[in-house]
Every structure is written in C-alpha cells, then in structure tokens.
C-alpha cells in the first residue's frame, strides 16, 4: 500500500520497521479497531534525540471511518521532513489504495 516492505507485530512491546529500516519503532498500546500508539525513531535523528511517540485513534464517521491522528516529539530539525513524508509515503497513498479497494 505505501510502495515499501513493512514488518509490524501485533503485540504490545512488539517492534516494527518500514522503508528498509529508514523508521523503527515499537508498539506501545494496541486496542483493536481503536487505538494504536507506537514509539517511532528515523535512522538519520541523532542518537541524543528521544524516539517519537505516534498516536492513531480510528472511529466511525459519517460515510466511512476516520483516523485522528498525532506525531509528537520530532527533533525540530526533522519535523518538516517527517511533516512531508506522512503525506507524500502514508495518506496520499492510504486514500488512492482505499478509493480503489472501495470500488470494487
């Protein structure tokens, strides 16, 4: 779906990585259907800089579903780049996989 291998575990405390190791992390809380809270690390962020914490809740919406979503705790020096990477390798290629799988 995002054009990259990906290996994520389904356990709290399981780890996962994406984009040939360019982004680890571990799982932190899973809720199925509602919840996902991961901690998140870039290969490039110094190693003095803490891992990021992500946080995707999903509920229904009107017509579908929704995901509220939040990133925190980017190294400012990388926010920018993390900002443009969710949309260019995550949403945008969410919405074209979801409009294609939901026409047929």
Excluded: C
Excluded at 9 to 15: I, L, P, T
Excluded at 24 to 51: E, M
């Amino acid at each position: 779906m995002i054009g990259s291998r990906v290996s994520i575990s389904r356990k709290v405390g399981g780890k996962f990585l994406a984009f040939d190791g360019m982004i680890t992390g571990k799982n932190l809380v899973i809720v199925p259907k509602r919840l996902i809270v991961q901690s998140w690390r870039a290969r490039p962020w110094k190693k003095s800089d803490p891992d990021s914490i992500l946080i995707l809740q999903f509920r229904y919406a009107t017509g579908g579903g929704q995901i509220d979503f939040a990133h925190i705790n980017v190294p400012v020096y990388d926010n920018a780049g993390v900002t443009k990477g969710w949309h260019k390798h995550y949403w945008e290629p969410w919405r074209s996989y979801l409009k294609r799988t939901s026409s047929k």
